[in-house]
């Protein structure tokens, strides 16, 4: 983590330096969790700074603040020109972006009625989330004694700040007993998902996950996955997985923004895969890096070049 990095943030429309970007501690966001977020990646290309998967993101961030009644006083056009803003007054070549919208100070009663809405947009350099050897060694996982909380309780398809004290229980149990991350069961006793991941396994050539009926975020990590397997030839299935799916699979890894495309090599001290990183999961990371990289023709629209200043001269 960096944010030493860091110099300049969006905030309702306007760059600030990073050290004025702070809030009232009467903030109802901060009591009640009232946000809504979006994590995004910023890859260095040929073509400059890329952002992947920016369209899909942006629509996730208007999806949940739907849910949550945070009208979001901005266009897209305005929060692509924002973001793009923010990489560019940093200079950074890669980074991690993190858009927020929430629910300001006003009044703590848990309607937030009259709350106003702030929208604030910070990027920073962000190292795998998981690690530079568990992205090639793979992870250690454990089975959370905190259950996903389900579909019908909050919705999991949205990217909620409160939403996040669950995987925030699970994850912290996890590295108490020493492992690197959290794998959470459902209600139904379904593998939903990590903390800040979603799960695939692999069975005979078949790359296996779930969807939004296991209380899952939809990820677009995920989404962009599913896609190179099915390209790489592997037959993709979305059903319900089983601890016994996982534990009898050939391969497992992890998909997330932060954690890109994470092997999985240990459950609860059983090896997955004798331990490695398998073999389609290689397959898969290889290309998932370098289409974020810029060097996958078929994927070239998974990314959005960030406007230099020439080009932004011209429009
Ligand atoms: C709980 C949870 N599941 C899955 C994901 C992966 O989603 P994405 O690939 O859109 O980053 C994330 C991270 O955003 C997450 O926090």
């Known amino acids: 983590m960096s944010f030493e990095q860091s110099k300049w943030v969006w905030r309702n429309g306007e760059i600030i330096r990073w050290e004025d970007a702070t809030t009232h501690v009467s903030a109802h966001a901060l009591h009640y969790g009232s946000g809504v977020f979006e994590g995004m990646r910023c890859y260095a290309t040929g073509d400059g700074p890329a952002i992947f998967r920016l369209d899909a993101h942006i629509d996730r961030f208007y999806a949940s603040a739907g849910v949550y009644g945070l009208e979001i006083p901005y266009s897209r056009f305005e929060l692509i020109d924002a973001i793009e803003e923010v990489i560019r007054r940093n200079e950074f070549a890669s980074c991690y972006v993190r858009p927020l919208c929430y629910f300001g100070s006003s009044s703590l009663a848990v309607h937030p009625a009259k709350c106003p809405v702030e929208v604030v947009i910070l990027a920073w350099p962000w190292a795998p989330y998981l690690g530079a050897v568990g992205l090639e060694k793979g992870v250690r996982v454990t089975v959370s004694p905190w259950k996903k909380f389900h579909s019908e309780m909050m919705p999991t398809t949205a990217k909620a700040c409160g939403q996040y004290l669950n995987s925030i229980l699970a994850v912290r149990d996890a590295v108490q ?4 991350e959290a794998l959470l069961l459902n209600q139904e006793g379904h593998l939903a998902e990590g903390s800040g991941e979603n799960l695939f396994i692999v069975r005979n050539g078949e790359v296996v996950t779930n969807d939004e009926r296991d209380s899952i975020l939809m990820g677009i990590t995920r989404d962009a996955v599913m896609r190179i397997a099915q390209d790489l030839g592997h037959r993709v299935v979305t059903r319900a997985m089983t601890l016994e799916d996982l534990l009898g699979a050939d391969e497992a890894f992890f998909t997330g923004t932060a954690a890109e495309v ?38 070239k629209d998974w990314l959005h070049v960030v406007a230099q200043p020439l080009e932004l001269s011209h429009r």
């Open 262 to 299: 994470t092997p999985i090599r240990e459950v609860d001290g059983l090896l997955i895969s004798g331990g490695n990183r398998g073999h389609i999961t290689e397959n898969i990371q290889r290309v998932f890096f370098s289409a974020v990289a810029g060097r996958e023709l078929r994927y």
């Open 177 to 180: 007993r020493g492992y690197d």
